[in-house]
């Protein structure tokens, strides 16, 4: 026997780790298990942090190569060091995992290295040792849905984790689902120089993306040269000496067709993780679909054994998992922890980036919900034509009775930083017509968040 803890948290991704910093600044005595070699999870070492180092280095390769001669700079004998750009995404990367370590020693949190299981409620085994805990936080993550037919090598088939490590620009890049990973990754191939294909399920791009942003945004990703093969699925793929050949049917029925690729990228979700935990030794239910299932406080149904994260229902997103952290803490703390899951932000990071939060057009109209509808183009924003980035719109949907903000979408330049004014107003109960009579300053990208403020009741000044 060794240590007890009052708090041991499983996995030390955005959800966990912050989860223990919580914890710790609350008081409690907390370890941390982590079985990868850094910390940071998903998100610091395969996932958001590397993508976003390739999505701004391959943007800044565009730039040179196309847009900056716009601005009348003009460029020669631009060349791409492709070695470089991904050893500066290790160096990003090793920055923030050496961040959190630094971030545990500050707060006294125990990392317990190694793969944990639970023996029981209240004990916790890694790597031989079995530790006391008086509570227990699963959160440890998921991984990529598998194919049937599609055996990835993470070479020539890969996941968004061996999509991250190409060492040289495939000549064709076929991606299989049209969702945030093939879509960012996808770019990010396709501004290096990659033909890319992206085949797709349904007949639409980007599911849960409000309709008319996601035809927009298609339309853009179209003339930035990426082809998509929408309604088609994948049955099967082959390897030879010459790539992969992907065999793929019509939804709709149809003869089925071959696409060549020279790397596939698996992109069609993620699926909950909990393999090794000992969740069915120790009772803990699960839905489904495999996720852990939890009550509005975190707890599942076995006492003192709690769960966030991509591990549990809801947005499989970096900040939802980090705000479960944070409330779940509080709550063993004794405070009133909590997550309002109808103010979460989501940023697709491809260029023009992609925001939203609250409810899309279909859903509104789905519920029954009366609403008034106010839209502004980035063509009609001054800033924006200085940055030479015009395409996109802001559109702001609002409760016609009440004027109060139901949801906020925004298709353009840094619409990731931009949705942030609306998540703010949105959880303080603004209406539109509070954004509206905000002062914004001039000239800003935000101009076009209050233009589609006013827009809703029909005066926008600029249009
Ligand atoms: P994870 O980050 O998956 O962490 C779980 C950790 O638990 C892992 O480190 C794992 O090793 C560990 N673990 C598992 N089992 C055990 C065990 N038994 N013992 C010990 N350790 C264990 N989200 C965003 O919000 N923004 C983005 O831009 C974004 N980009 C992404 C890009 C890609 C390519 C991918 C794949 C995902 C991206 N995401 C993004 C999603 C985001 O990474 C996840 O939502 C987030 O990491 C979930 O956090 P988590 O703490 O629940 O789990
Ligand atoms: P996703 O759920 O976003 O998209 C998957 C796509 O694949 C869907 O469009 C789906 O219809 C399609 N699909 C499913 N089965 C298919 C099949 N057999 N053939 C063809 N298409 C098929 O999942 P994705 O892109 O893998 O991302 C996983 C998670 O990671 C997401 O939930 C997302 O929240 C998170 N993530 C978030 C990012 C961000 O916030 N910027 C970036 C990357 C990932």
């Not at 708090?7 to 223990?20: D, E, F, M, S, T």
């Not at 160096?91 to 639970?118: P, Q, S, Y």
């Not at 697709?348 to 279909?362: H, I, L, M, R």
Request: charged share 20%; proline share 3%.
């Amino acid at each position: 026997m060794s240590d007890s803890f009052d708090l041991i948290i499983i996995g030390a991704g955005p959800g966990g780790y912050v989860c223990a910093i919580r914890a710790a600044q609350l008081g409690l005595k907390v370890a941390c298990v982590e079985k990868r070699a850094t910390l940071g999870g998903t998100c610091l070492n395969v996932g958001c942090i590397p993508s976003k180092a390739l999505l701004q280095s391959s943007e800044q390769f565009s730039h040179a190569t196309h847009a900056l001669k716009d601005h009348g700079v003009l460029v020669e004998g631009v060349k791409l060091d492709l070695a470089r750009m991904q050893a500066r995404k290790g160096e990003v990367v090793t920055a923030n995992v050496k961040g959190v370590e630094f971030l545990f020693r500050k707060n006294k949190v125990t990392w317990l290295k190694g793969a944990g299981r639970i023996v029981a409620p209240g004990k916790v085994e890694v790597a031989g040792t079995e530790y006391d805990t008086k509570s227990i936080v699963i959160a440890t993550g998921s991984d990529s849905a598998p194919l049937r037919g599609v055996d990835v090598d993470e070479k020539r088939i890969v996941t968004s984790t061996g999509a991250l490590e190409v060492d040289k620009v495939p000549g064709h890049l076929v991606v299989i689902g049209a969702g945030v990973i093939g879509l960012e990754l996808g770019s990010v191939w396709r501004r290096l120089g990659a033909e890319v294909t992206v085949v797709e399920f349904l007949d639409r791009i980007a599911p849960g993306m409000d309709t008319e942003v996601a035809t927009a945004f298609q339309r853009i990703l179209t003339k930035q040269g990426l082809k998509f093969r929408l309604g088609a699925k994948v049955t099967g793929a082959s390897q030879g000496k010459d790539g992969v050949t992907l065999s793929l049917e019509p939804v709709k029925g149809g003869a089925a067709e071959t696409l060549k690729a020279d790397i596939v990228l698996l992109a069609i979700g993620r699926r909950p993780f909990t393999e090794g935990l000992g969740l069915a030794e120790a009772g803990v239910a699960l839905d489904d679909r495999g996720r852990v299932i939890v009550d509005p406080h975190y707890a599942t149904n076995v006492p003192g054994i709690y769960a966030i994260g991509d591990v549990i229902a809801g947005p499989m997103l970096a900040h939802k998992a980090e705000d479960e952290g944070v409330a779940i803490a509080e709550i063993l703390a004794g405070q009133a922890g909590h997550v309002n899951y109808g103010v979460i932000p989501s940023v697709v990071y491809t260029s023009p980036e992609v925001a939203w939060v609250g409810q899309t057009e279909e859903e509104l109209k789905a519920a029954g919900i009366a609403y008034a509808v106010g839209k502004f183009p980035f063509t009609a924003n001054g800033r924006a034509r200085a940055m030479g980035e015009t395409d996109g719109f802001v559109k702001i949907l609002a409760d016609k009775t009440t004027d109060r903000l139901l949801g906020a979408h925004i298709l353009g330049p840094d619409a990731g930083t931009l949705i942030a004014e609306l998540a703010t107003a949105m959880e303080f109960g603004a209406s539109s017509e509070d954004v509206g009579r905000i002062c914004h300053a001039h000239p800003t990208l935000e101009e076009a968040v209050k233009e589609a403020a006013l827009a809703t009741a029909g005066h926008a000044l600029h249009i």
